[in-house]
T-cell receptor
Framework: GAGVSQSPSNKVTEKGKDVELRCDPISGHTALYWYRQSLGQGLEFLIYFQGNSAPDKSGLPSDRFSAERTGGSVSTLTIQRTQQEDSAVYLC???????????FGQGTRLTVV | GENVEQHPSTLSVQEGDSAVIKCTYSDSASNYFPWYKQELGKGPQLIIDIRSNVGEKKDQRIAVTLNKTAKHFSLHITETQPEDSAVYFCAANTGFQKLVFGTGTRLLVSP
């Protein structure tokens, strides 16, 4: 597709379960970001991948959160032992080395019950 | 690291008025400043950006200005319309392309 694709669009999970959120960036984009947005709040940085460099994980809120980017393309954000405070919209964005503008997906709305 | 401050947090204007949102940044090496518009239930959308080699850029009713000396940049929307109502985020790059976002401005345009 032409844009950043995220799946699922909505996810309801029980407290304590693990979840995986997927991001398909725009083809050829070397940079990929994950952000979290709670209802009515701003963008909370989670993790940043750039090419083959070590990812910037400085925004991950706890060791229950991890992310991978395989083959420099698709990324998966994993949240283990989910808690109610993890409920939020998780946004992915990608950008091209030559053009610094980042393009966002529609997000995954995660609800932990 | 880079810190981006944005204000106001909320802005209410009448249709047809102008709206201005301001951001400041801390990293003097930042050279790219995009603005995003987020409508309810959607991801942020890039609406305009400016690079450090220019001081102003316009696109129809929106414009951005940049003052590198003072480390601040602003979004100007003229002749506002109800459909401009949204949350707007500024951002600045730092390090190797990483973007740091402001906290957002909720703009409400009343008919």
């Amino acid at each position: 597709g032409a844009g950043v694709s995220q799946s699922p669009s909505n996810k309801v999970t029980e407290k304590g379960k693990d979840v995986e959120l997927r991001c398909d960036p725009i083809s050829g984009h070397t940079a990929l970001y994950w952000y979290r947005q709670s209802l009515g709040q701003g963008l909370e940085f989670l993790i940043y991948f750039q090419g083959n460099s070590a990812p910037d994980k400085s925004g991950l809120p706890s060791d229950r959160f991890s992310a991978e980017r395989t083959g420099g393309s698709v990324s998966t954000l994993t949240i283990q032992r989910t808690q109610q405070e993890d409920s939020a919209v998780y946004l992915c964005a990608s950008s091209n080395t030559g053009n610094l503008g980042a393009f966002f997906g529609q997000g995954t709305r995660l609800t932990v019950v | 690291g880079e810190n981006v401050e944005q204000h106001p947090s909320t802005l209410s204007v009448q249709e047809g008025d102008s709206a201005v949102i301001k951001c400041t940044y801390s990293d003097s090496a930042s050279n790219y400043f995009p603005w995003y518009k987020q409508e309810l239930g959607k991801g942020p959308q890039l609406i305009i950006d400016i690079r450090s080699n220019v001081g102003e850029k316009k696109d129809q009713r929106i414009a951005v200005t940049l003052n590198k000396t003072a480390k601040h940049f602003s979004l100007h929307i003229t002749e506002t319309q109800p459909e401009d109502s949204a949350v707007y985020f500024c951002a600045a790059n730092t390090g190797f392309q990483k973007l740091v976002f402001g906290t957002g401005t909720r703009l409400l345009v009343s008919p």
